[in-house]
């Protein structure tokens, strides 16, 4: 599960920073993409634009690659936000 998270993991089931090791606080909000979700390449496209560090942004790019791949390969699983399949 945690290569799904990328920059995240799940510890005592909290999400968790691989590099810092902190949890994300219970309070803090967290919005998560599924590939599956028709609208998410479009937002992680959106979110690369305004993305300065060029690190973040490689590794932005390369998640919504990941999202087209998977999009290819599973057509009859997207969705329309919102839709429970």
């Known amino acids: 599960m945690s290569q799904n998270l ?4 799940i510890d005592n089931n909290r999400i968790v920073s691989k590099r810092t090791h902190e949890p994300i606080p219970d309070d803090e909000p967290v919005f998560i993409l599924r590939a599956r979700d028709r609208l998410a390449i479009q937002c992680l496209s959106t979110y690369i634009s305004f993305c300065l560090n060029d690190n973040h942004r490689q590794g932005a790019i390369a998640r919504a690659l990941e999202f087209n791949d998977w999009k290819h390969y599973h057509p009859d699983l997207i969705v329309e936000p919102g839709e429970d399949t």
């Open 6 to 9: 990328g920059k995240y993991e």
